[in-house]
C-alpha cells in the first residue's frame, strides 16, 4: 500500500472485528479477531510517522514502532516481524495484553484529535501472521559459545531472558513449576484476552531455538543449590504471586477467595489439569462481589461472568478515572454486565461459615497528604453476596533458599539489583520481573528479563572460564 500523506484525515481508527459481548460472556475466546494483511496496512498507514514517536518512548521495551508499521504498509511481514523482535522477545504478547491506552497508543501523536494508531493489534498481527506463514527467528549465524543458564520460572521475563541468551548462543534452560510456559500468561491472564494457544507457539518457536523446558518441577534449595553449581549463571524470573493481606474481618468464610488462585484454577480446569477450590467453579447463579481495581480485578470479574454468576461487581476504594489498570478493560467489563461501586473500602467480610455479605464504607478524600483517602462516617452499608474474590494486589514471593545462597532482598521484600540489567548481590545470578519491581506489567517483566538476557550474555562471552563458576 503506498503512503498517503494525512491518511489519518479520511481513515478512521479501527480496532479488529470485537465479537458483541452477549456473544463472547458464553465463551472464552479472545474478545478481537485479528488483522488481515489489508486491515493491518490500512490502519499502518494512519501513522503519522511524526518524527519524534512518543509511542516509542512509552513503550517499555521501546519498540521502533513507525518503522514496523512502515513495514506493514509495504507489505514485507517478515522484515517486520524481524524488526518486532529485535526489541520485544514475545510482541504477540504485549500486542495483546499491553494496557496501550495508557502506553504506546496513549502517547501517540494522533490520540488527541484524531484517535491512536491501532498499535497493539497490528504489532499482534505481524507475528500472528509471520508465525502463520512460516516465519521463525532466523539463529542460522549464532554460534554455540559452550555456556549454560539455568532459569527459573518460565513467565515473561524468563522468557524473554531465556530469547536473548538463544541468540547470543547460550543453552537456555528454563525451570518451572507449571506444567506450560507461560506464568501467569498461561495461569493467570484468562484466555478471553489471550488464549493459550498463543503460548504453545512461542513454546515452540523457542524450543525451535534451542531453549530447554523442564515443566512441572519446584526448584527447591537442594535444586537450586544444583543449578548453581552446573550452570554458568542463573536467572530469577518467579514473579509475585503472594496476595497482599487486606486482614478484612471474616476473611476465612467460605465463599471468600483470593483472586490469583481462583483464576490459576480456572485456567487450569480449562486445560484439563489438576486443580483446587471448586467454590470457584459454583459461580452459576451466585452474586459475586470482587474487593479492587487493578487489571487483576478486571480479569476475575469477566470470568466470574463467563462461569455464569447471576450478578457480578466491583468495588473499588477510589474514583473510576484513578483505577490502575486499563481503562479499556472497564469499558469490556461494563458492556459484559459488571456493576461497578466506586469510592467504597470494604471494612468486613459477613456471615456465618458462609460469606452472605460486604460491608462496604464510602470514601472521600483525606485531610492529611496528598491522594489520601477516609472514611465517611456513618456511610457503612452491607452489599450481599455469595462468593467474594480478593484482589488488592501481589507482593514478591521469594524462595526461602535464595537468601541462604546471599541474594540479599530489599525492606519490601523483593530481589535487590544493582542497576537495570537485574545483577543481584550474588555473581552469578540475576532477576527481573515481578520479584525485583513487585506487581507490574507483563512489557516491564518483558524488559527486565531481556536486558537480564543481554547482561549474562556479555558477562559470560567476554568472561575467561576461571572467573565463571564464582
Ligand atoms: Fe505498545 Fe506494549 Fe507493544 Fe510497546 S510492547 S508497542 S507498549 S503494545
Known amino acids: 500500500m503506498k503512503a498517503r500523506p494525512f491518511q489519518f484525515i479520511d481513515v ?4 479488529p472485528r470485537e465479537l458483541p459481548a452477549k456473544v463472547r460472556v458464553l465463551g472464552w475466546q479472545e474478545i478481537h479477531a485479528g488483522f488481515d494483511a489489508d486491515g ?7 501513522c503519522l510517522d511524526c518524527g519524534n514517536p512518543y509511542c516509542e518512548w512509552k513503550c517499555p521495551v521501546h519498540n521502533p514502532i513507525p518503522d514496523w508499521l512502515a513495514l506493514v504498509r509495504e507489505g514485507r511481514l517478515f522484515e517486520a516481524a524481524e524488526l518486532a523482535h529485535s526489541t520485544n522477545p514475545l510482541p504477540e504478547v504485549c500486542g495483546r495484553v499491553c494496557p496501550q491506552d495508557r502506553l504506546c497508543e496513549g502517547d501517540c501523536t494522533l490520540h488527541t484529535g484524531f484517535e491512536a494508531v491501532t498499535i497493539g493489534s497490528i504489532e499482534k498481527y505481524i507475528v500472528d501472521e509471520a508465525f502463520r506463514q512460516g516465519w521463525r527467528p532466523d539463529l542460522s549465524a549464532v554460534r554455540a559459545s559452550g555456556r549454560r543458564v539455568a532459569i527459573i520460572g518460565a513467565g515473561p521475563a524468563g522468557l524473554a ?15 518451572d513449576r507449571h506444567a506450560q510456559v507461560g ?14 494457544s498463543v503460548m504453545d507457539v512461542r513454546r515452540q518457536v523457542l524450543e525451535g531455538m534451542g531453549v530447554r523446558f523442564h515443566l512441572g518441577v519446584d526448584v527447591d534449595a537442594a535444586l537450586g543449590a544444583e543449578l548453581l553449581r552446573d550452570h554458568d549463571a542463573l536467572f530469577l524470573g518467579t514473579g509475585a504471586t503472594t496476595p497482599v493481606d487486606a486482614g478484612l474481618p471474616g476473611q476465612a468464610l467460605a465463599g471468600v477467595l483470593s483472586a490469583l488462585p481462583f483464576l490459576v484454577a480456572n485456567a487450569r480446569r480449562q486445560r484439563g489439569e489438576k486443580y483446587e477450590g471448586d467454590v470457584a467453579f459454583a459461580l452459576a447463579g451466585r452474586r459475586v462481589l470482587v474487593l479492587g481495581g487493578g487489571d487483576t480485578a478486571m480479569d476475575c ?6 462461569l455464569g454468576a447471576a450478578q457480578v461487581t466491583c468495588a473499588y476504594r477510589r474514583g473510576e478515572a484513578d483505577m490502575p489498570g486499563s481503562a479499556r478493560e472497564v469499558k469490556y467489563a461494563r458492556a459484559e454486565g459488571v456493576q461497578f461501586l466506586f469510592h467504597r473500602q470494604p471494612v468486613a467480610i459477613e456471615g456465618n461459615g458462609a460469606v452472605t455479605g460486604v460491608r462496604l464504607a464510602a470514601t472521600r478524600a483525606g485531610s492529611g497528604r496528598a491522594g489520601s483517602l477516609e472514611l465517611v462516617p456513618g456511610s457503612e452499608e452491607t452489599i450481599a453476596a455469595d462468593v467474594v474474590i480478593q484482589s488488592f494486589g501481589f507482593r514478591a514471593s521469594p524462595a526461602p533458599w535464595w537468601q541462604g545462597i546471599g541474594i540479599e532482598l530489599d525492606p519490601r521484600g523483593h530481589v ?15 532477576a527481573g520481573g515481578d ?3 513487585g506487581a507490574d506489567l507483563v512489557v516491564t517483566a518483558v524488559f527486565d528479563g531481556r536486558e537480564a538476557g543481554n547482561a549474562i550474555a556479555r558477562q559470560l562471552l567476554q568472561m575467561g572460564s576461571e572467573n565463571i563458576n564464582v
Open 301 to 306: 470479574v469477566r470470568s466470574a461472568v463467563r
Open 183 to 196: 506464568g501467569l500468561l498461561s495461569y493467570g491472564i484468562p484466555a478471553f484476552k489471550l488464549e493459550k
Open 12 to 15: 478512521p481508527r479501527r480496532m
Open 416 to 430: 535487590a539489583t544493582r542497576g537495570p540489567a537485574g545483577a543481584t548481590s550474588h555473581p552469578k545470578v540475576f
Open 435 to 437: 520479584n525485583v519491581r
Open 40 to 46: 493491518a496496512a490500512e490502519q499502518g498507514a494512519r
Open 161 to 175: 531472558c531465556a530469547d536473548r541468551l538463544a541468540r547470543a548462543g547460550i543453552e537456555a534452560h528454563v525451570f
